[in-house]
């Protein structure tokens, strides 16, 4: 090393001596120096130039006010979002129809429809498990109230000082919590007013969103990380609105057996609120089996409750977190945590609305926040369901239970993209901007065609004689 040193002092001596300093090899490294000074300035301004950990609160300071600010207009905020999310639900309808060369208008009358049936079937699902509970259970008030007393009873024999524990709770009353039930039925019964609203924000967002070719393709000229953004969120929501519905019909279906086979009275109606809780995430099928396991229990006893809750939570298991995960796969996007924790936060700000609709407002936000820029891609890994690597195109995973790496059905190759998904955005925002120029090249092409023909169909009626005003 010290050899090497030597050497380079021996030629930057003779350089001295020969009159060649390198000026010009000189003025490149400081030209080099001086861009290098520039972009790390230009790096280190504004919020990059603060650590990590004070930019990460700063987002999170302002996505409280975003969602204290929401809350605000929740009245207005959340029948719209759940238009829009209905509206994507139901979009794919309306696009086979316009392929199959169906009118535009027709299209959309149709998608219009279908989002009223969906809207009024689970508004009426909704009324029937409610009224169910405020029925049914009060039939039953005065034995759960002589289970309640007796369970404290057997608690004091036994030797456990419950007092200190249980006084506030000895004097309680079935009675009121069923009239509270009553109460809250009413209250839902008359949000005639929000039904109206979603009704006519429906027609609206429906009316809009049925041809989007040329405005998608604009927007996606302009910011293509937020157009691709928004297509995932459309395809993620309209998979959580599907898996949801069909995997709750079936899980509510077996808990209508099992609810039979124990003797519960009217296992349809909580046949039904079991498919209803369902749409809410984490704990809706805990509040689902809570009325059915009651009843056991005043009717029947211990173990037919015993029974009845075992069975509830036999088929959560097999359906919702077996079986839906290996059918579904990642598509949703989302694991269990965030899933709890959204829950908590859009229930207890936006209401019973927020509760149904947690993971698509999670999934609307995530998709601008974080999905739209290479630059908070990394925030992703604390909403990512699994450690597999994961692709920014949401698509079915592939199925390869022999391990071969190879798709079992159409034995595509089963492979990930390994790349940061950083690089990711970076690749398909470019793909995303020349095919958007692309589409609007052919629409523009599409439009000239059509005024050509158009004047020519002017032009030949006004050279017909048949045409013409007898005079």
Same mark, same amino acid.
């Not at 509206?87 to 279908?114: D, F, M, T």
């Not at 034995?143 to 709770?169: C, H, M, N, P």
């Not at 523009?444 to 004689?465: H, T």
């Given at each position: 090393?010290?050899?090497?040193?030597?050497?380079?002092?021996?030629?930057?001596?003779?350089?001295?001596?020969?009159?060649?300093?390198?000026? *010009?090899?000189?003025?490149?490294?400081?030209?080099? !120096?001086?861009? *290098?000074?520039?972009?790390?300035?230009?790096?280190?301004?504004?919020?990059?130039?603060?650590?990590?950990?004070?930019?990460?609160?700063?987002?999170? $300071?302002?996505?409280?006010?975003?969602?204290?600010?929401?809350?605000?207009?929740?009245?207005?905020?959340?029948?719209?979002?759940?238009?829009?999310?209905?509206?994507?639900?139901?979009?794919?309808?309306?696009?086979?129809?316009?392929?199959?060369?169906?009118?535009?208008?027709?299209?959309?009358?149709?998608?219009?429809?279908?989002?009223?049936?969906?809207?009024?079937?689970?508004?009426?699902?909704?009324?029937?498990?409610?009224? &169910?509970?405020?029925?049914?259970?009060?039939?039953?008030?005065?034995?759960?109230?002589?289970?309640?007393?007796?369970?404290?009873?057997?608690?004091?024999?036994?030797?456990?000082?419950?007092?200190?524990?249980?006084?506030?709770?000895?004097?309680?009353?079935?009675?009121?919590?069923?009239?509270?039930?009553?109460?809250?039925?009413?209250?839902?019964?008359?949000?005639?007013?929000?039904?109206?609203?979603?009704?006519?924000?429906?027609?609206?967002?429906?009316?809009?969103?049925?041809?989007?070719?040329?405005?998608?393709? *604009?927007?996606?000229?302009?910011?293509?990380?937020?157009?691709?953004?928004?297509?995932?969120?459309?395809?993620?929501?309209?998979?959580?609105?599907?898996?949801?519905?069909?995997?709750?019909?079936?899980?509510?279906?077996?808990? +209508?057996?099992?609810?039979?086979?124990?003797?519960?009275?009217?296992?349809?109606?909580?046949?039904?609120?079991?498919?209803?809780?369902?749409?809410?995430?984490?704990?809706?099928?805990?509040?689902?089996?809570?009325?059915? @396991?009651?009843?056991?229990?005043?009717?029947?006893?211990?173990?037919?409750?015993?029974? +009845?809750?075992?069975?509830?939570?036999?088929?959560?298991?097999?359906?919702?977190?077996?079986?839906?995960?290996?059918?579904?796969? !990642?598509?949703?996007?989302? !694991?269990?945590?965030?899933?709890?924790?959204?829950?908590?936060?859009?229930?207890? +700000?936006?209401?019973?609305?927020?509760?149904?609709? $947690?993971?698509?407002?999670?999934?609307?936000?995530?998709?601008?926040?974080?999905?739209?820029?290479?630059?908070?891609?990394?925030?992703?890994?604390?909403?990512?369901?699994?450690? =597999?690597?994961?692709?920014?195109?949401?698509?079915?995973?592939?199925?390869?239970?022999?391990?071969?790496?190879?798709?079992?059905?159409?034995? =595509?190759?089963?492979?990930?993209?390994?790349?940061?998904?950083?690089?990711? @955005?970076?690749?398909?925002?470019?793909?995303?901007?020349?095919?958007?120029? $692309?589409?609007?090249?052919?629409?523009?092409?599409? &439009?000239?065609?059509?005024?050509?023909?158009?004047?020519?169909?002017?032009?030949?009626?006004?050279?017909?004689?048949? *045409?013409?005003?007898?005079?």
């Amino acid at each position: 090393m010290a050899m090497g040193l030597l050497d380079k002092a021996k030629d930057m001596v003779q350089a001295v001596r020969s009159g060649n300093t390198g000026d *010009e090899s000189s003025s490149a490294v400081e030209v080099g !120096n001086t861009v *290098e000074v520039k972009e790390l300035e230009e790096k280190a301004s504004g919020l990059a130039a603060w650590p990590t950990g004070m930019r990460f609160a700063f987002a999170l $300071a302002a996505s409280a006010l975003i969602i204290f600010l929401l809350a605000q207009i929740a009245g207005v905020f959340m029948p719209t979002f759940l238009a829009f999310s209905l509206a994507l639900a139901v979009r794919p309808v309306s696009e086979w129809l316009i392929r199959h060369r169906w009118p535009v208008g027709l299209a959309a009358l149709v998608n219009i429809v279908l989002l009223f049936v969906i809207l009024f079937v689970m508004l009426g699902l909704i009324a029937i498990a409610i009224t &169910a509970m405020v029925t049914e259970l009060p039939r039953y008030g005065s034995k759960f109230q002589a289970l309640y007393e007796q369970a404290i009873s057997q608690l004091d024999q036994r030797g456990f000082d419950t007092s200190a524990v249980l006084d506030s709770w000895k004097n309680v009353d079935i009675n009121r919590i069923f009239s509270y039930l009553s109460g809250f039925a009413n209250q839902i019964s008359g949000a005639g007013t929000t039904l109206f609203f979603i009704i006519m924000v429906s027609i609206f967002v429906v009316g809009d969103i049925v041809v989007v070719r040329r405005r998608a393709a *604009e927007l996606a000229s302009y910011v293509p990380g937020f157009a691709i953004a928004l297509r995932n969120f459309s395809l993620r929501v309209r998979t959580y609105f599907l898996m949801t519905t069909v995997f709750g019909a079936v899980v509510a279906l077996v808990d +209508v057996g099992i609810l039979f086979a124990f003797g519960v009275p009217t296992p349809w109606t909580w046949g039904i609120l079991a498919f209803v809780a369902n749409y809410i995430p984490a704990v809706g099928f805990i509040l689902s089996m809570i009325p059915p @396991i009651l009843l056991a229990l005043a009717l029947g006893g211990v173990w037919p409750a015993v029974g +009845v809750f075992i069975g509830y939570m036999v088929a959560s298991l097999l359906f919702l977190n077996i079986l839906q995960p290996r059918i579904a796969g !990642n598509a949703v996007g989302l !694991n269990a945590t965030v899933s709890f924790l959204s829950l908590m936060v859009w229930s207890t +700000v936006m209401g019973p609305l927020g509760a149904i609709l $947690a993971v698509p407002l999670t999934l609307f936000f995530k998709a601008i926040f974080v999905d739209s820029d290479p630059r908070t891609a990394w925030i992703d890994v604390f909403f990512r369901p699994s450690d =597999e690597p994961t692709s920014l195109v949401v698509d079915r995973k592939k199925r390869d239970r022999d391990g071969d790496g190879f798709d079992d059905v159409t034995g =595509e190759s089963r492979s990930f993209d390994t790349r940061l998904r950083e690089e990711q @955005i970076h690749d398909a925002a470019e793909k995303e901007r020349a095919r958007a120029q $692309a589409t609007l090249d052919k629409l523009n092409q599409e &439009a000239l065609v059509q005024a050509a023909q158009k004047a020519e169909k002017e032009k030949a009626k006004k050279s017909d004689p048949s *045409e013409k005003t007898e005079e």
